[in-house]
């Protein structure tokens, strides 16, 4: 992917670049080659996301058995009973309310139109 972008692009590297500033036809080219970079980059991404899943599948698919992981460490951030509570608890239209009106005047509407 990459060697086919310098194959495009290394020919105008030496480019006399002088008197062609107003260009649009080159502006328009140079447009089109980081258009073309960026979907490579976007593609690269996309091909190294799925291979790092399957490489990862392929080794939960191991005989490996759950008693063999250490589980010691491996959650040191928990959610307290408290909070946990207070998160799954009934919200009442008073307090929706209050949330809505204290939100300042200076704020602008989200995507959703809530200030």
């Known amino acids: 992917m990459k060697s086919n972008f310098v194959a495009v692009v290394s020919p105008h590297w030496s480019t006399n670049m002088a008197g062609h500033s107003n260009s649009s036809v080159l502006r328009d080219e140079v447009v089109?080659?980081?258009q073309a970079f960026n979907e490579a980059k976007?593609?690269?991404?996309?091909?190294?996301?799925q291979k790092s899943k399957i490489e990862w599948l392929e080794f939960i698919g191991t005989s490996m058995a759950c008693d063999d992981l250490n589980m010691s460490g491996l959650f040191?951030?928990?959610v307290?009973?408290?909070s946990n509570a207070n998160m799954i608890r009934h919200v009442t239209n008073d307090e929706i309310k209050?949330?809505?009106f204290d939100t300042g005047d200076d704020k602008v509407s989200g995507l959703d139109d809530i200030k």
């Open 32 to 34: 089109t080659y980081v």
């Open 42 to 49: 976007i593609d690269e991404e996309r091909f190294l996301r």
């Open 76 to 78: 040191y951030k928990k």
């Open 80 to 82: 307290s009973v408290a």
């Open 98 to 100: 209050r949330a809505m």
